[in-house]
């Protein structure tokens, strides 16, 4: 077996799959990085939503003194499982060039030209089928991110860090979710992700830590928010409390990068909205003291 692989994948899962009559099935990549020493940092996302005949491009880009944002839901014109077709535009693209271990990222604006590397460090760890409502399968890797940033003035910043990816694909509505907390947590010789779900009294929690030997799934994690005075009371910072199944305990604490490095999605619903605060945040170990870096994730449902 390819040691590459995870288990309960194949290589055929980094490519798309066949999509369910749901009218809401999805597939979707997600990148994010964070070059700590230049104060870069940033996401992206590209979905497919076959059924419904639009695609996804997102591209955020955090910078010290301002952001680059790029959305957009073009209509599908016609489905095609080559992903060389369906994960590009006039602005955004991603290439795979190794399955599980190495991803290109580009993006080109009238302003700058970014482009990436991202080659996976640690084992992909495979979330497994329906761990929650929002996927039918998932997986993610934390990876080393390198590349550059180029200004249309001609200024050039090397790029180099840490990341994470993610990619999932099946039914996806947000406003069945009460609530729910996402995070990445990325340290020079370990990562973390989580998924914490509360859906009609019902909390579900999936993720993992990994490292070079490894993935260990955890199994508990509690979470305290602080909350900014802005107007949509986004979340400003989180401490995190966790364990894994080997018994090892975890207090990370999350503080976003700038005040302006998060991004609020809100969709409508019948009877509602839904708002989803997407961070890039400086991580503290608090055991260890260690400083690294990472990703909060916040979505909340409200009732009108």
Known sequence: MNSNIPFGLNKEDELLHQPTEEAKWRESYYFNWTDLANKISGFSTIGIVPNENRSEFVFILFLEDRNEIYYKEPPLQEYDQNI??????????????????????????????????????????????????????????????????TYNNGKIIQINGYGQRDKSWGFRDWHQFDKWYAGHFQFKDWSGAFRKDYSME??????????????????????????????????????????????????????RMFSTSFIRFARDFPGGFTELFEQMVIMEDMNTGEIGTGMMEHLRTSMT
Do not use: C
């Not at 955004?92 to 700058?112: D, E, G, N, T």
């Not at 929690?205 to 949509?232: A, M, R, V, W, Y």
């Open 84 to 149: 060389s077709i369906m994960l590009r535009d006039k602005k955004l693209s991603y290439a795979l060039v190794k399955p599980f271990k190495k991803w290109s990222i580009s993006y080109k604006s009238r302003k700058l030209q970014f482009e990436i590397k991202f080659e996976t460090r640690f084992p992909t760890h495979n979330f497994g089928k329906d761990s929650s409502k929002s996927w039918h399968q998932h997986f993610e890797s934390s990876g080393r991110i390198s590349g550059k940033l």
């Open 202 to 255: 019902k909390i579900d929690l999936s993720g993992h830590i990994s490292n070079k030997e490894g993935n260990t799934p955890l199994s508990s994690l509690e979470i305290k928010t602080l909350k900014d005075t802005d107007q949509f009371k986004s979340p400003i910072s989180a401490t995190y409390e966790f364990e894994d199944n080997e018994g090892n305990s975890y207090k990370i604490k999350s503080s």
